[in-house]
């Protein structure tokens, strides 16, 4: 009966959502509804997931509208009342709840985490919890050690036992304490716990309690435990390989680094308090704002959960998030008093996209005409000097591998930065419009020169040509055996099939590995290093793979 009556209320709450106009001064004098909708055009398929989204001027809500469903099972649509999760939206108010412990004086945001936390190794210089915060800790991904060992995030219930378990087994870091950026979702769900530890209270309770209510956010709450009821949230849904739409959700307790369940409306009243600091007061603000600094310097984009930079000439906060099939993005234009929130149920949803578009419209002539294409004013070179710097190189941090390929008189980066295009600025130099670039050193005659690379989180990333690797059927053979690590809790066997060299796990499934260079090879975007000992012989394996670096692998047989 209940479902049923939802039914027929829904619809009407979502008519009138929709009904509501914005009346500010936009470029036209108001923001039209034609306009917006066309944003959302294609999530607005009552047959399928769709999105909701929020406009805020100066702090007061000014347009809300849903499109597509909440639930295809019973056609119940999506409303800006719709609670959804945002993903990693979610580690600003993490990042608020350890800001609020250090304000009361409960902790430091420059203690050791080993004061919390006596069951994480002592790895020789100490990891403060500022560092958790910024994600310069150097810890490992605990959801990305899971996927290794076999049990990605979605494919379990993960718990925070589950996690800290894995955190506690790492016997090195992907870098020295502070040296580098690398985000992890270990070091928001350590804040939560940490929170539990020093209060006595749960991580929600504690989060009601001085954030959601005080905020007036009455339909936010974490997602401590799945198999809750929660009214109105939506369920997430991802394509199939059969075309039809699947549900997708978050079967996990772990919370902090996302696992928020709320609404556009909610996600507003909690960005205007970094503005405002009613809850917090100054203080809160200045530390949620405060970029992190690595040991060289360097200041990064991360602050308190919160990307902080410039959106097309605009300044910008923000943090995107995506977890199963949700999806989310929070953004907020200080200098004009704009702030967007957009979530989906739609995996295939990119909200940072739809936010920003959304944002366009009510910024109107803020964004300089210079910068609406993010073009970069570069040089043009010589086809041929810019084919002679593409090829392989190899990150010496990590020993990942990456393509840089020649497209005219501009290159494109391959693995992780996913066909990034840049452009060149001299005879050397790369750019992009998102702050990436790459300087030779030299101008390649005579051999590939190496390269310097800096993005907004890391500056000074050398990287070095790496030379074509054909191994023969005698190399392949080097490298057949079995190789286990405590840390993953995992064994791998590397056999050789068809002239391919294969990676197999416990169950015989596997995929081949492409060779890259000596000894090393790639599969999916990871890296595969064999390492030999005496004699030359093959005794170690290496894997790493975005937010996991140089996770060693013994071999066994």
């Known amino acids: 009966m209940k479902t049923r009556l939802w039914t027929l209320i829904l619809p009407l709450a979502a008519g009138l959502a929709c009904a509501q106009a914005d009346s500010g001064d936009s470029p036209d004098g108001a923001v039209e509804l034609a306009a917006l909708d066309a944003v959302f055009a294609e999530y607005a398929d009552p047959d399928g997931p769709g999105c909701a989204f929020a406009v805020s001027r100066d702090g007061q809500q000014v347009m809300a ?104 087994r790492q016997l090195a870091l992907n870098y020295e304490p502070g040296l580098y950026y690398s985000y992890t979702n270990t070091g928001y769900n350590l804040q939560a716990m940490l929170v539990e530890r020093v209060t006595g209270q749960t991580f929600d309770e504690f989060s009601q309690e001085r954030i959601f209510g005080p905020l007036g956010m009455t339909k936010t709450q974490w997602r401590d435990d799945f198999t809750e009821i929660v009214e109105e949230r939506s369920v997430g849904y991802t394509p199939g390989e059969d075309g039809e739409w699947h549900m997708l959700m978050p079967f996990e307790n772990v919370h902090g680094n996302g696992g928020l369940l709320t609404t556009v409306g909610d996600l507003l009243r909690f960005t205007r308090n970094l503005d405002t600091g009613d809850v917090g007061g100054p203080e809160f603000i200045r530390l949620m704002h405060e970029q992190g600094t690595l040991s060289t310097g360097q200041q990064i984009s991360y602050a308190g959960g919160l990307f902080v930079g410039e959106y097309k000439g605009v300044r910008e906060v923000q943090h995107s998030g995506g977890t199963a099939a949700y999806r989310g993005f929070l953004t907020r234009y200080p200098d004009h008093g704009v702030s967007v929130s957009v979530m989906c149920n739609a995996g295939p949803a990119n909200p940072g996209r739809l936010a920003r578009e959304v944002a366009e419209l009510y910024l109107g002539d803020a964004i300089s005409e210079e910068s609406q294409g993010g073009d970069v004013a570069g040089v043009e070179l010589d086809p041929a000097r810019v084919a002679a710097l593409a090829g392989g190189f190899r990150d010496t941090r990590t020993g990942q591998f990456m393509e840089l390929t020649a497209d005219g008189s501009s290159l494109r980066v391959g693995g992780g930065l996913g066909g990034l295009e840049l452009t060149p600025v001299s ?131």
């Open 65 to 168: 509208r849903a499109y597509g469903m909440a639930n295809l099972e019973w056609d119940i649509p999506n409303t800006p009342e719709t609670v959804f999760e945002p993903g990693s939206v979610s580690k600003q108010f993490t990042a608020a709840a350890t800001v609020l412990l250090a304000l009361d004086g409960a902790i430091d945001l420059d203690d050791d985490i080993r004061e919390y936390f006596p069951e994480m190794p002592d790895y020789g210089e100490p990891i403060t919890v500022r560092m958790l915060v910024h994600h310069t800790s150097g810890l490992r991904d605990w959801g990305s050690v899971a996927g290794i060992e076999g049990w990605a995030r979605t494919t379990r219930i993960h718990t925070h036992k589950h996690a800290l378990d894995i955190a506690s």
């Open 427 to 557: 005879e050397t130099e790369f750019v992009s419009p998102n702050g990436v670039s790459i300087a030779f050193e030299g101008t390649g005659e005579g051999g590939r020169p190496a390269a310097i690379m800096n993005t907004p989180v890391a500056d000074n990333v050398r990287i070095e040509p790496v030379g074509a690797f054909a191994p023969t059927a005698a190399d392949l053979a080097a490298y057949v055996g079995a190789y286990h690590s405590d840390e993953a809790e995992v064994t791998y066997w590397v056999e050789i099939e068809d002239g391919n060299l294969m990676l197999k796990d416990r169950y015989g499934d596997g995929e081949a590995l492409e060779p890259v260079y000596p000894d090393a090879f790639t599969r999916g975007g990871s890296t595969y290093i064999f390492h030999r000992g005496e004699g030359g012989r093959v005794a170690q394996a290496s894997l790493s793979q975005g937010r996991v670096w140089d996770l060693r692998f013994e071999r066994v047989e």
